[in-house]
DNA sequence: TAAATAGTTCAAGAATATTTGAACTATTTT
DNA sequence: AAAATAGTTCAAATATTCTTGAACTATTTA
């Protein structure tokens, strides 16, 4: 499995600089467990084609930790990533 | 005169999100002084309307302090909202 | 084994962001 | 006073990002 994960600083600033991207990683702050993406979509009404796409931006920017089991994706914050280049993180201020 | 300065997470992290604007935040914090925007655009080859537009998105996000003066306009990295909200800043990992 | 579920991929369309050049204001230099 | 310099604004062109629906793979359930 090739490594799809890039730790560039505008890389990470990317991925941040979307709402549905923040809304997302506040949602796997807040429950801090892993979950699936399925579950982020209903609770963030996001579609699945949209949540793939920006899950997959997340995961690309090393700010997820990803794992597939069978038909479901679980996702949940890679708090290495994200405590190292974010500090601050409310969604409003 | 109008307060245009917006401290959402967002606004900086889109503020942060792009080459140029790394590339001229890299600058001032390099330099570390008062700079104008002529400085700045010779030193990395932006034309003057798309440095315009860029130290303006740098100014609203709060990421840099402006000063005109006379025909010229001074910047500098505001280290107050940086520090806060960038950590680990280097262009390449 | 057929139907349902979870997620991905693709291409097209929509929305946003960036660049460009021309015209402009204001200031300084000649 | 004319020319040069520093920067801004605007609208048009271009580039990039995001959303959508259809078609797809893989797995699970009925």
């Given at each position: 499995?090739?490594?799809?994960?890039?730790?560039?600083?505008i890389?990470?600033f990317?991925a941040?600089?979307?709402?549905?991207?923040?809304?997302?990683?506040e949602?796997?702050k807040?429950v801090?467990r892993e979950?699936?993406?399925?579950?982020?979509?209903k609770?963030l009404n996001?579609?699945?084609t949209?949540?793939?796409y920006?899950?997959?931006?997340l995961q690309e920017?090393?700010?997820i930790?990803?794992?597939?089991?069978?038909?479901?994706k679980?996702v949940?914050?890679?708090s290495v990533?994200f405590?190292?280049?974010?500090?601050?993180f409310?969604?409003?201020?």
């Amino acid at each position: 499995m090739m490594n799809t994960q890039n730790t560039n600083q505008i890389t990470i600033f990317k991925a941040l600089a979307d709402s549905v991207r923040l809304d997302i990683i506040e949602y796997l702050k807040h429950v801090d467990r892993e979950v699936t993406c399925g579950e982020v979509g209903k609770a963030l009404n996001i579609s699945k084609t949209s949540g793939s796409y920006h899950f997959k931006l997340l995961q690309e920017a090393g700010l997820i930790i990803t794992r597939k089991e069978a038909r479901e994706k679980y996702v949940r914050l890679n708090s290495v990533t994200f405590d190292k280049f974010v500090t601050n993180f409310y969604k409003n201020i």
